[in-house]
Each structure stands twice: as C-alpha cells, then as structure tokens.
C-alpha cells in the first residue's frame, strides 16, 4: 500500500509500504476512505515530537472501511463504516474508566501516527478496536464525520470545557487554524459576550469571523492586549485559548487574562515558554492543559 512515511525532521514521503495485519486479539484492519492532516503532524515534521521514529506513518485521524478484525472485536464487523478516533482507549484502565481516554496506561491514549503507524494510508491497523472506533451514520458524509476524530472534539474539550467559558465572559483565542476554529465555534454554545480571533494571517482571521468572532486582531501590527482590554474594560479576558503551540502565543495569552481568569492551553509545544510568576502569582489565574478524550458531547438546546 501506499501512505505517508516520516523520516525525519523535515523530511517525509508518500511511498510503498507493507499492508497492516492483525496483531493482536482487538484490532481491527481499516480501509481509509478519508483523512485529514493535523497541526501537530505539522509540529512532527519540525522536530517537535521526538517520540515520533523515522519511517513512522503519520495521521491519527480518519474514516473508513472496516476490512478485517481480530476474534476479539466484539462491536463491528468488516462492510461497517466508522470513524477512526484520535485517541486509542483500552477501556479498562483507570483513565478509560474515568472515560479520560487521552490519558489511557494500557497502551492507548494518543497512539496513532505517534508510536504506531497512523491513518495516512490507503490500510491501518487500530488497536483496541470496540473503544476506538464509532459507526458512521449513513445520512452524515465522511468530511462531516471526520471532523469529529480530532479537530472538533479537541478545540472544544481542551480549549472551550477547559477554559470554562461562561455567558457573558471575553474569550480570545489566539491562534485561527482548524483549532482555533472549532475553539471559536463551539465557544458561541455558551454566549460569551465577545470572542477575539488573534492571528498573523488575514485570510485565517476571516475564517474566524464566519465562525463566529466578533472581534478579529491581526497581531503583525496590532496590539491584541490593548485591544482585549478596551472591550473588556480594563480587566482582560475571562479566558484565553493558546492554538498555536509556540512560546510566543502561550506567553501572550497569560498577558491577555485578566485576575481570576482561565488560559487553555491546546497547542502542542515543542519549546519551553516562560511562565511568568512573578506576574501571574497574585492574580488567581488557572492554566490548563490535556489532550483530547473525545468524550463529552456538546449542550443540547431545546
């Protein structure tokens, strides 16, 4: 088969490779029909995941057909469509049990594309296949679905639930990629009172303004920080969203939060930032972190 092969910081090629097999009991062999390219496969091909070996296949996310499964798969069968998750869950460890499958100790969590061949490829092989993998509804198309394996969950998981946004608060995410995308669209389920795009690029600011900022900062020759105070009256934002993953970004979403507030982190990062202490110790600021479980559905409104 052919798939995306890494071989390096900066180097990477689409090539032939041997099909997948069965390794285990609960695999599942997945014919990929579509994929997408994450971020952080971009933050790879820099260097920045040193886990990641050379000839590692990359990708963690996609949808396909299931081919063949191992004799313990109890949930899906070979014809089924279903959704390739980002992140493998054993299911029984203490993590899965907590359903904080990101974190899962029995050989899951973030796996494909990272420390097993991933999901660029015309097969994969998906461990843990009954807690891996979700049926696709038929009336719903591979593009929609694929959102799901990553992209959607994480900008809200990690940036939205964890940066607690409520109604009426100033959110300012920094960062207009897929993830700061679906952090600005899901953010809009809570009503905050603004939500600020910051980026360097116009075109990704207008994305941001289709999804539901208000407020957008291209930060090349503006100053997000004035800005983020004047509409919120001298005080900051309630929460800031870091989507980059450079120590640039994080450092100015802690600049950007007022006392009391919430900075998500959600960028992956492959260099130390600064946690300035000595400004933030008195100011009561909570900073998260995770990677996503893929667990938590949004609010329904009825």
């Known amino acids: 088969m052919k798939a995306i092969v890494y071989h ?22 997945v014919r ?58 054993c299911g029984r460890c203490r993590f899965c ?3 904080r499958y990101g974190l899962c100790a029995g050989g899951g969590g973030w796996i494909l594309g990272h420390l097993i061949d991933g999901t660029q490829a015309e097969y994969v092989r998906v461990p843990f296949a009954d807690t891996s993998t979700h049926r696709k509804p038929d009336e719903v198309t591979d593009e929609a679905v694929l959102m799901l394996a990553d992209i959607g969950p994480t900008g809200y ?55 539901g ?42 600049r950007m939060v007022r006392a009391g507030g919430r900075v998500a982190n959600v960028g992956v990062h492959g260099k130390p930032a600064t946690l300035h202490l000595e400004d933030l110790w008195i100011k009561d600021v909570t900073i998260t972190t995770g990677l996503v479980d893929g667990t938590r559905p949004p609010p329904c409104s009825t």
Request: glycine share 12%.
């Open 8 to 29: 390096g910081p900066g180097e990477k090629g689409w090539e032939g490779v041997p099909d997948p097999s069965i390794v285990d009991a609960t695999d599942a062999i």
């Open 157 to 211: 998981e990690v940036g939205v639930l964890n940066g607690g946004i409520q109604p009426g608060d100033t959110v300012a995410v920094v960062g207009a990629g897929p993830i700061g995308l679906s952090s600005i669209l899901t953010a809009r389920l809570f009503s905050p009172s603004h939500i600020v795009a910051v980026d360097l690029v116009d075109a990704r600011l207008d994305a941001a303004k289709q999804f």
């Open 97 to 99: 049990r907590e359903s």
């Open 32 to 89: 990929v029909d579509a994929v997408t390219i994450c971020g952080t496969d971009l933050h790879i091909l820099k260097g920045d995941v040193p886990d990641v070996s050379e000839r590692r296949i990359l990708g963690h996310e996609a949808v396909g057909t299931v081919e063949e499964v191992g004799p313990g798969v109890t949930t899906i069968r070979p014809g089924d469509r279903v959704l390739v998750s980002c992140i493998t869950a």
């Open 213 to 254: 900022a208000d407020v957008l900062v291209n930060s090349g020759h503006e100053d997000a920080e004035t800005i983020v105070r004047q509409i919120s009256g001298g005080l900051g934002a309630d929460v800031t969203i870091e989507a980059v993953g450079v120590p640039e970004t994080f450092e100015l979403c802690a």
